[in-house]
């Protein structure tokens, strides 16, 4: 039999085609066409958007973003394709397998009744909201923060910066919302709650295992900060405000619709997921100037409107422990930036948090105490 080579061409050309136009003109579109017509008839429209593949949505796409160097580029990618309408639909975070206990802390969240919100915020609020309640806990946090960095540079080893960053700030928690200042007791919280947050959060935290007691004397070279001295330091506010503007440490705060909503235009539907995307705006020209360039100075007599700037929310979700977070920064920095330096082990390790290091990248640190002398 003759092989017929132009046949066997134009079957597999057929075949490519058909595959591209129904993986791309088909399947592409299900999740669009599917969550369109689960909707039914809508006053207003959806906004413009792509809600991806089936089941994954833009999953891989935002995972991908978040992981490279540039994670603007998913919204980005957004205003490029749909224009700059600051509202737009994606699918994302449906089909995560999701534990009991994830579930559960989601709920708590974003879904918890306006008075289970309120008490829980009644909880965590009461002794941290305020300069004169944190006065209280002033010379406490100092302790924990000075002997903490003291001990990093006694160690003479390299460590992991941002885990032991995350002990000094859950230590301080503890001491304040628990009352322990014993290591071991903290220790055992600090094991109990990683359990927990183990099962919620599915991302590791560093439990604190050594044994030393937290609350060491003094080191005497240290001159003692009272909180009128942090209230002082506004330039250290700037650089604060600054890191918190250009790093985006939260990129977004998700909110559930209670029932449909109209906004521009555009309808945002009954159980919907919208989530602000602070990143977006942080980072908008508009709003700051240069955005990428880390600039403190900006912080100089800027005027600068909440919806604008909000790396601890908004509204009846801001953050409460946005004072006792400050407080925390500028004591850790006015002593870290006073006597001590980091060194890379890596000089080559950059230091980014897109893509966030990872344990592998052996992006070690190590803290040397220095001493300035004035000329
Ligand atoms: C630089 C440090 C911090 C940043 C950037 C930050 C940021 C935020 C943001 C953006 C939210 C709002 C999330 C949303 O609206 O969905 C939030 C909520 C919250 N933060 Fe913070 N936070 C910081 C430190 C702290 C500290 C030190 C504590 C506790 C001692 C704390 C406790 C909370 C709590 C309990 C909520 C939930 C409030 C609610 O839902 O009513 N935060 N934080």
């Known amino acids: 039999m003759e092989f017929n080579w132009w046949s066997v061409t134009v079957a597999c050309a057929s075949i490519l085609l058909g595959s591209y136009a129904f993986v791309f003109k088909i399947l592409r579109k299900l999740n669009g066409w599917y969550y369109e017509f689960m909707l039914g008839k ?165 439990v604190p295992g050594r044994k030393e007691e937290i609350i060491k004397t003094r080191p005497s070279s240290l001159k003692r900060l009272n909180l009128k001295d942090i209230k002082q330091m506004t330039y250290l506010a700037k650089v604060i405000d600054e890191t918190l503007r250009k790093t985006n440490l939260l990129f977004g705060m998700f909110r559930e619709a209670k029932a449909d909503v109209n906004i521009n235009g555009y309808v945002k539907p009954k159980g919907w997921k919208v989530l602000s995307f602070a990143r977006a705006v942080h980072l908008d020209p508009q709003y700051h100037l240069n955005p990428q360039q880390f600039n403190p100075s900006r912080w100089d007599d800027y005027n600068v409107k909440t919806s604008s700037f909000f790396p601890f929310g908004i509204g009846s979700r801001l953050c409460p422990g946005m004072d006792l977070g400050k407080l925390e920064i500028s004591i850790f920095l006015h002593y870290f930036l006073l006597n001590y330096k980091l060194e890379r082990v890596d000089p080559e390790c950059p230091i980014t948090c897109f893509p966030a290091p990872k344990p592998t990248d052996n992006c070690l640190t190590k803290v040397v105490k220095v001493t300035y002398h004035s000329t």
């Open 42 to 206: 809508k006053q207003y429209p959806l906004p413009p958007g792509d809600m991806g593949w089936p089941l994954v949505g833009n999953l891989f796409a935002f995972t991908k973003a978040f992981k490279s160097e540039d994670p603007d580029s998913f919204v980005n990618n957004l205003v490029s394709r749909y224009g700059i309408g600051g509202i737009y639909k994606v699918h994302l975070f449906g089909v995560l397998p999701s534990s009991y206990a994830r579930r559960r802390w989601s709920e708590l969240l974003t879904n918890s009744s306006i008075e289970e919100h309120k008490w829980l915020r009644r909880l965590t609020t009461a002794p941290i909201v305020g300069h004169n309640r944190l006065a209280v806990y002033f010379d406490c946090i100092e302790d924990i923060i000075i002997n903490s960095v003291e001990e990093w540079a006694s160690m003479n080893e390299p460590i992991e910066l941002l885990n032991e960053l995350k002990e000094v700030s859950f230590k301080i928690i503890i001491r304040i919302f628990l009352g322990f200042n014993n290591d071991s007791t903290i220790a055992t919280v600090a094991y109990l709650f990683s359990i927990v947050k183990d099962a919620v959060m599915s991302f590791p935290v560093n």
